[in-house]
Nanobody, 124 residues
Framework: QVQLVESGGGLVQAGDSLRLSCAAS????????MGWFRQAPGKEREFVAF????????YYADSVKGRFAISRDNAKNTVYLQMNSLKPEDTALYYC?????????????????WGQGTQVTVSS
């Protein structure tokens, strides 16, 4: 079982950067691919990015491609989301999640473990 705790959210201005972190408990962290999702008020949860279990494969939503970067440090049981050139439409509650699909997935139904989320608010 994996427990996930996100951090790093906050209130920033458009064009700023933030780095989200997701710390995982459990010695099997490296066995999971990890994903980031987000949910804005009144909207469905949407995929942002995922990274495979060893970090060799990453995939991004079109809306964040070229601005966000996902990475992981298996020695620290942590996955990161570097967010650059933030836009007001990036405002949302950001969740990290773990899946046993080694290569990763953009489908939230494939993820069995979720954190509580960290809020990102981007002002114009």
């Amino acid at each position: 079982q994996v427990q996930l705790v996100e951090s790093g959210g906050g209130l920033v201005q458009a064009g700023d950067s933030l780095r989200l972190s997701c710390a995982a408990s459990g010695h099997t962290f490296s066995s999971y691919a990890m994903g980031w999702f987000r949910q804005a008020p009144g909207k469905e949860r949407e995929f942002v990015a995922f990274i495979s279990w060893r970090g060799g494969n990453t995939y991004y939503a079109d809306s964040v491609k070229g601005r966000f970067a996902i990475s992981r440090d298996n020695a620290k049981n942590t996955v990161y989301l570097q967010m650059n050139s933030l836009k007001p439409e990036d405002t949302a509650l950001y969740y990290c999640a773990a899946t046993k699909y080694y290569s990763g997935s953009y489908n939230p139904d494939d993820y069995g473990y979720w954190g509580q989320g960290t809020q990102v608010t981007v002002s114009s």
